[in-house]
């Protein structure tokens, strides 16, 4: 699902709070916060508008145009965290299984979503997936340490929820995946319960791993 020119593309995958912007150390601003915080108050009222609003987002980031030092660079790396993919098979399914989105939100959302990314399946290629794997009860743990205003409506049943998505994905390969080339995307698995943030050793563990073929 990948084309053979440009700088290799990857996706962070995991649960909410495991550690993806430590992990590649990202300094983006968060912009959701008010609807992402209004979604977990009423789920049912905002889940459809939170989840077009985040896959939009996530679009218009892995659509930007390649900069030149990139393209001149040999190996160069796109590192993103949280793909388009993730967005549906993880995010919307799941707001879907617990009744947050109701049938016809569901039906709408993977209906402009297939559009869209078949539309721009060549600018969305990926080389990768590297998902940083860590119990629910570490991800709440993480997510009480940071202390986010926006996030204190999170339970621990809905980060459970998320864990068993991103398992489901990764691990059990039960998802049904509507694009047959994301199937055979390698996987990255890395176990993150230790906290790796100030610890090299740790960190140099993590980035000697090989990923496995998505089958």
Known sequence: MHDGGGPRRLCIEG???????????????????????????????????????????????????IAGTLLQAEKSVRVFERSVYSDRYIFAKNLFENGSLSDVEWHIYQDWHSFLLQEFADRLSLHGFIYLQASPQVCMERLHQRGREEEKGIELAYLTQLHGQHEDWFINKTTKLHFEALQHVPVLVLNVSEDFSENAAKQAEL??????SNK
């Open 15 to 65: 649960n909410i709070a495991v550690g993806k912007s430590t992990f590649v150390k990202d300094s983006t601003p968060r912009r959701l916060g008010n609807l992402l915080e209004m979604m977990y108050q009423e789920p049912a009222r905002w889940s459809y508008t939170f989840q077009t609003l985040s896959f939009m987002s996530r679009l218009k980031v892995q659509l930007e145009p």
């Open 207 to 212: 980035m000697a791993q090989e990923p496995v």
